[in-house]
């Protein structure tokens, strides 16, 4: 995207000080993320949302704004600017709605950039773990009593087992041949664990497992932490609806106790960290202990496992779709992605036993 038209569309927001440089970040999948460093006391984030992907952004964007004032509004004393460093806030298009509709081509939103703040790929210090953890207990109480009605699914079944499977199966249909068999000793592991990984599905169809307001992507790389390791917030809450808690300490167990990036080739690198998975619960459960119940406790490992088999079932999806979802940078990538979910589950496996 050209600086230009960065500027222009930077420039439809109400922002409190101009344009001096900017910065893709890389991280997302999906979304396409712009650093904005301007002259005055303010940085500024600047999205462009996947209307492929998010099919209602408006209230996409409606979701993430009322959650972050209700977590505002419980800091009643808290000035402006303290709030601006430690929670997510979104500025105003000059057309006073809180995105800017280019031309009806593409969704951009605007947030204020959280300074000397930083994220993690890879946790390599059992802090971030325990810190992490202390991170989603506390978005789990501050949003928990949000009335999650009020909140669009923004994308429906999004992490529910069955309907990701029923994906993966019709991927199978219709694949390339070439591509099935690359998969193919996936496609067994799949198998092999399908009736485990529908357990908790299962439980929350039977209404066994309370609905609360979810993060749903709480990958590491999406908490900031100061320089020192503290935890500052969560952030991209594109998709906060209601779920339940497992899939959210899934997703960060997922990637914290990776000791390799989710897209590492070398799979000897790719380990489950026991360490960070008891410093990540004990941080979490310090929050949350008194508020979750008993089921909701009972099935933190399971879920742990659950997301990360998703997340390979998903990887392997798109590669058998030929990598229509995520953004990939060569011809593997989706597959290698699964490839090391994969080889996380085993060594998840040989070191958890629940
Ligand atoms: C996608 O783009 P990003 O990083 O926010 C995906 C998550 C996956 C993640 C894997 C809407 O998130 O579900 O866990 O990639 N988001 C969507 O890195 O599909
Ligand atoms: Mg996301």
Redesign the pocket.
């Known amino acids: 995207m050209n600086t230009e038209t960065i500027i222009s569309i930077f420039n439809e927001f109400d922002h409190q000080f101009n344009y001096k440089s900017h910065s893709e970040l890389n ?5 396409d993320t712009f650093l904005i460093k301007t002259d005055g006391g303010i940085n500024y984030i600047l999205q462009r949302i996947n209307q492929i ?1 998010f099919k209602d952004v408006p209230g996409l964007v409606n979701n993430k704004v009322l959650t972050s004032n209700h977590i505002r509004s419980k800091y009643p004393k808290a000035s402006n600017e303290a709030l601006n460093n430690t929670v997510l806030s979104f500025v105003k298009a000059k057309n006073s709605t809180l995105y800017y509709y280019n031309k009806g081509i593409n969704f951009w939103n605007v947030m204020i950039f959280i300074d000397d703040s930083v994220t993690h790929e890879i946790v390599n210090n059992k802090e971030i773990a325990y810190e992490g953890g202390k991170l989603l207990g506390d978005f789990l109480n501050l949003t928990a009593d949000f009335d999650s009605s009020q909140l669009i699914d923004v ?1 429906p079944n999004f992490h529910n087992m069955s309907f990701r499977y029923k994906q993966y199966a019709s991927s199978i249909q219709s694949a390339l041949k070439s591509r099935l068999t690359k998969a193919a000793k996936y496609i067994q592991i799949v198998a092999d664990l399908k009736e485990e990984m529908h357990i908790l599905q299962n439980l929350k169809d039977a209404g066994k497992i309370p609905i609360r307001v979810t993060h749903n ?1 709480t ?1 590491i790389s999406n908490s900031l932490f100061t320089q020192d390791n503290k935890g500052i917030c969560m952030i ?1 809450t ?2 906060v609806m209601p779920g339940i808690i497992h899939y959210d300490f899934g ?1 960060a167990i997922r990637t914290i106790c990776n000791t390799a990036a ?1 897209d590492e080739t070398d799979l000897s690198k790719v380990a489950f960290n026991l360490e960070y998975y008891k410093a990540y619960e004990k941080g979490f459960l310090e929050k949350t202990k008194d508020t979750l119940t008993e089921i909701e406790l009972k099935y933190l490992p399971l879920a742990a496992k659950t997301m990360i088999f998703i ?1 390979a079932l998903r990887f392997l999806t798109d590669y058998l779709n030929n990598d229509i979802y ?1 953004k990939t940078t060569y011809a593997e990538h989706n597959l290698d992605r699964a490839k090391n979910q994969f080889k996380l589950i085993e060594s998840f496996s040989e070191k958890l036993k629940f």
């Open positions: 991280s997302g999948h999906i979304n992907v994308i992507d990958k991209d594109d998709t997703d989710e997340m995520y």
